[in-house]
């Protein structure tokens, strides 16, 4: 660990763990019922925190440098990849459990919205733990003779 992270892991320690003086609490006006907000420092460390384990699965699989894509479903765990091709050849480099799902796209306006067929791969990977890579399923591409394909547990999960 870094001397960054150990003193961003100690100020977010000290954030959590400082006492809450319950006379405070009650000299309040009660708020309406809302979305609870993070104190900024706290929102801070967690994003923080969010990326470097983003930084770390990414380079985990091979992909160092690349950033993480909320508005495509990304987290720090949840790898997406562009086509079954580039999932297959991560999947004979890492392994892995494949499978599948149906899921609801839509457009990033949500014009359109369409159902697709997702195909995940979940490894377990040393020193991060759990991570998910998933992709799409694109019949016009092919790509039913690949091993990611043919390791699905029930073929028929992905259209004709």
Known sequence: M????LAITIAGTAVVLAPIDPQALRDTEPTPAATPTLPACTAL?????DSTLAARVR???????????????ETARRVSMWSQY?????YERVD???TTRTVQRSTHGGESTWEATEITVSVDLPGVGAVEIF?????????????????IPDATLIPA
């Open 2 to 5: 870094s001397a960054i992270d």
């Open 45 to 49: 460390l967690l994003a923080h925190a």
């Open 135 to 151: 992709t799409d399923w694109d019949e016009a591409t092919g790509g039913r003779d690949l091993p990611l394909m043919q390791a």
């Open 96 to 98: 892995g459990t494949v």
């Open 59 to 73: 380079a985990a699989l091979g992909m160092p440098g690349r950033q993480m894509r909320e508005d495509e479903g």
């Open 86 to 90: 580039e999932l297959n050849a991560l």
